[in-house]
């Protein structure tokens, strides 16, 4: 295993997908920091990754050279969706062999909610260049002996995380006479900061009151310096009323979630006003390797105050760290290694409030140029990604409004089939209940758990309606929220979704039943079509971002572990 940290990654939505997804990972180890998770996805902080070491070797290679074996390097692309090619990594070169083993290693994100096609090719570098740096070779001037291309995702989901790809010619060049270019071996390895999960607890001393007539509401917040740009919080204590000598709940921080143990942070310590603007007290800038310290030492450190022009005015106030533990977390990545599978439903609103689907106006109008309406991009785009996390592809799929389809079906392409079938068959009628539909895909997961399988399942329902039972609905998902379940709703067309944001429990309200009974977990997931659609996440993205945490979440409720399959 290689001894990675987790790093910044390249600009864009991707640059900070880690912050909110480890932030929900480890938060799922006890309390909810649902503050901090709002905040975050609120300015599109969305995902969960890990950092994956892959490492490469080849058999059977063609042998390119006159008087001696071929000297192979492996070259590395991202392949974008419009099929753009971008190199992001060189191996080594192997002298003289046909079965080479890098030993140079490519480090990357793993992103569960996107799927990253890469894209390999393999060079036999001249005699002449092996000399020279491997980033300064011109590949047109070397041998090409072969090319594969895969998704990350299907390595990551091998029970031994190694796939054998078959390598060919390029794509566009005719047929050689010699059709045989060997294997490449690609394994993947989970960077062991991916797994650490640091725990603290803070304690401050000789706090100065901001209030006036009574004591300050101190609360703590942990932020992540960046490169570029103000600090991003990362974790974020509870309020403590009227103490000014208050020791906090444990917060639980992850590496990865921070960059590395050396990373600086930034730990403000606010008096919490009800509207919002909360009065800083005092902030000290160390990473967790200084924590820990100042741990071990029995130490505190004292909170400093900006007074402007760059300048810290020193407090009496201290921190202290009271605990620091790290420990091993079992993550996403394994459970999928042990065998865990995501199994894929579907649930499309048939109502008649979407138009006569024979009409360009109807929000189920099937273009017969082939561009896609908002349910089969919402069908499709999820599908991509989560096909990859169930083996047999059978997906089932409902309708409401009607109940034209009959799962399960193959693949996302007879989702599709059905869908349009069904479009020309059915009466659309009414009204938007989700409860049904919900109780039959708790029926699937809780029959799947009593036999002991490995399955997390799935829900997307795809609806352009106000929900007309949301009592009822609420029940369901509460009852659910013990079952290996996880539900995605995306929002189509203009309708009012305010009650779909009651679902869905990211600003810290978990859902009540109508008996008073409390969720014992969030399993809803929200995204409104039309607020993503013109924006840097995709619906895919956005929609996908909580499973990881939600799946974690349940596994952690009901200790189950990763066992290794035999």
């Given at each position: 295993m290689g001894?990675?940290?987790?790093?910044d990654?390249?600009?864009?939505?991707?640059?900070?997908?880690?912050?909110?997804?480890?932030?929900s990972?480890?938060?799922a180890?006890a309390?909810?920091n649902?503050a901090?998770?709002?905040y975050l996805?609120s300015?599109?902080?969305?995902?969960?990754?890990s950092?994956?070491?892959?490492s490469?070797s080849a058999?059977?290679?063609?042998?390119?050279?006159v008087?001696?074996?071929?000297d192979?390097?492996v070259?590395?692309?991202?392949?974008e969706?419009?099929?753009?090619l971008?190199e992001?990594?060189?191996?080594e070169?192997v002298?003289?062999?046909?079965?080479?083993?890098?030993?140079k290693?490519?480090t990357l994100?793993y992103?569960?909610e996107?799927?990253?096609?890469?894209?390999f090719r393999?060079y036999?570098v001249d005699?002449?260049?092996q000399?020279s740096r491997?980033?300064?070779?011109?590949?047109?001037?070397q041998?090409f002996?072969?090319?594969?291309t895969c998704?990350?995702s299907?390595?990551?989901t091998?029970s031994?995380r190694t796939?054998?790809?078959?390598?060919?010619?390029k794509e566009?060049?005719?047929?050689?006479?010699q059709?045989?270019?060997?294997?490449l071996?690609?394994h993947a390895e989970e960077?062991?900061?991916?797994k650490?999960?640091?725990?603290?607890?803070f304690r401050?001393?000789?706090?100065e009151?901001?209030?006036?007539?009574?004591?300050?509401d101190p609360?703590?917040?942990?932020s992540?310096?960046?490169e570029?740009?103000?600090?991003?919080p990362?974790?974020?204590t509870?309020?403590?009323?009227?103490n000014l000598?208050p020791?906090w709940?444990?917060?639980f921080l992850s590496?990865?979630q921070?960059g590395?143990?050396?990373s600086p942070?930034?730990?403000?310590c606010?008096?919490?006003?009800?509207?919002g603007?909360?009065?800083?007290i005092?902030?000290v800038?160390?990473?967790?390797?200084?924590?820990?310290k100042l741990?071990?030492a029995?130490?505190?450190?004292n909170l400093?105050l900006?007074?402007g022009?760059?300048?810290?005015?020193?407090?009496?106030?201290q921190?202290?760290?009271?605990k620091?533990?790290?420990?091993?977390q079992h993550?996403?990545?394994?459970y999928?290694a042990s065998?865990?599978?995501?199994s894929?439903?579907?649930?499309?609103?048939?109502?008649?409030s979407n138009?006569?689907?024979?009409?360009p106006?109807?929000?189920h109008y099937?273009?017969p140029s082939g561009?896609l309406?908002?349910?089969q991009?919402a069908?499709?785009e999820?599908?991509?990604?989560?096909?990859?996390y169930?083996s047999?592809?059978?997906?089932?799929a409902?309708?409401?409004?009607a109940?034209?389809?009959?799962?399960?079906?193959?693949?996302?392409?007879?989702i599709l089939t059905s869908?349009?079938?069904a479009?020309?068959?059915?009466?659309?009628?009414g009204p938007?209940?989700?409860?049904p539909?919900?109780?039959?895909a708790?029926?699937t997961a809780s029959?799947?758990l009593a036999q002991?399988?490995?399955?997390?399942y799935?829900?997307l329902?795809?609806?352009?309606?106000?929900i007309?039972?949301?009592?009822e609905t609420?029940?369901?998902?509460v009852?659910?929220?013990?079952?290996p379940?996880?539900?995605?709703i995306?929002?189509v067309?203009?309708?009012?979704?305010?009650?779909?944001?009651?679902?869905?429990a990211?600003r810290?309200?978990r859902?009540?039943?109508?008996t008073?009974?409390l969720a014992?977990r969030?399993?809803?997931?929200?995204?409104?079509?039309?607020d993503?659609q013109?924006g840097?996440?995709?619906?895919?993205q956005?929609l996908?971002?909580?499973?990881?945490?939600q799946?974690l979440?349940y596994m952690?409720i009901?200790n189950?572990?990763?066992?290794?399959?035999?």
């Amino acid at each position: 295993m290689g001894n990675c940290f987790s790093e910044d990654v390249s600009s864009g939505p991707g640059a900070t997908a880690s912050v909110s997804g480890a932030a929900s990972s480890s938060s799922a180890l006890a309390t909810t920091n649902d503050a901090v998770d709002y905040y975050l996805k609120s300015r599109g902080y969305n995902g969960l990754f890990s950092q994956i070491e892959l490492s490469f070797s080849a058999t059977n290679l063609r042998d390119r050279d006159v008087l001696s074996k071929s000297d192979p390097m492996v070259v590395v692309y991202k392949k974008e969706k419009d099929e753009t090619l971008s190199e992001v990594f060189r191996s080594e070169v192997v002298l003289n062999s046909l079965a080479p083993k890098w030993i140079k290693k490519f480090t990357l994100a793993y992103h569960f909610e996107t799927v990253q096609t890469l894209l390999f090719r393999l060079y036999d570098v001249d005699t002449q260049y092996q000399n020279s740096r491997e980033e300064m070779l011109k590949l047109d001037d070397q041998q090409f002996l072969g090319e594969a291309t895969c998704a990350l995702s299907e390595i990551v989901t091998k029970s031994t995380r190694t796939i054998t790809l078959e390598l060919k010619r390029k794509e566009g060049f005719a047929a050689q006479s010699q059709p045989h270019h060997g294997k490449l071996i690609v394994h993947a390895e989970e960077c062991l900061a991916s797994k650490i999960t640091t725990e603290i607890v803070f304690r401050c001393s000789s706090l100065e009151s901001k209030d006036l007539f009574s004591k300050s509401d101190p609360f703590l917040v942990v932020s992540k310096i960046v490169e570029h740009g103000t600090p991003i919080p990362v974790s974020k204590t509870e309020v403590m009323k009227n103490n000014l000598n208050p020791i906090w709940k444990p917060l639980f921080l992850s590496v990865q979630q921070v960059g590395s143990k050396d990373s600086p942070l930034i730990i403000e310590c606010s008096d919490f006003n009800s509207n919002g603007k909360h009065s800083l007290i005092g902030k000290v800038q160390k990473s967790l390797a200084d924590l820990e310290k100042l741990h071990l030492a029995g130490q505190g450190i004292n909170l400093s105050l900006p007074t402007g022009a760059g300048q810290n005015k020193v407090l009496k106030s201290q921190l202290f760290v009271e605990k620091f533990t790290e420990t091993v977390q079992h993550t996403f990545l394994e459970y999928l290694a042990s065998g865990f599978e995501l199994s894929f439903m579907v649930a499309i609103d048939f109502t008649a409030s979407n138009g006569n689907p024979r009409l360009p106006d109807s929000l189920h109008y099937v273009d017969p140029s082939g561009h896609l309406n908002a349910y089969q991009r919402a069908i499709v785009e999820l599908g991509e990604v989560l096909q990859f996390y169930d083996s047999d592809k059978r997906f089932p799929a409902w309708g409401f409004g009607a109940r034209p389809i009959d799962g399960p079906v193959d693949g996302i392409q007879g989702i599709l089939t059905s869908y349009t079938s069904a479009l020309f068959n059915v009466s659309l009628a009414g009204p938007t209940l989700f409860g049904p539909v919900i109780n039959s895909a708790a029926m699937t997961a809780s029959q799947s758990l009593a036999q002991g399988s490995r399955r997390y399942y799935v829900l997307l329902i795809i609806t352009d309606g106000v929900i007309t039972d949301l009592q009822e609905t609420k029940d369901a998902l509460v009852s659910a929220s013990d079952l290996p379940l996880s539900i995605l709703i995306v929002g189509v067309g203009g309708a009012d979704f305010k009650e779909m944001e009651i679902l869905d429990a990211d600003r810290g309200d978990r859902l009540e039943s109508s008996t008073g009974r409390l969720a014992s977990r969030d399993i809803v997931q929200f995204v409104a079509l039309r607020d993503v659609q013109h924006g840097e996440i995709s619906v895919v993205q956005a929609l996908l971002a909580e499973l990881p945490s939600q799946f974690l979440t349940y596994m952690r409720i009901r200790n189950m572990k990763p066992i290794p399959l035999m």
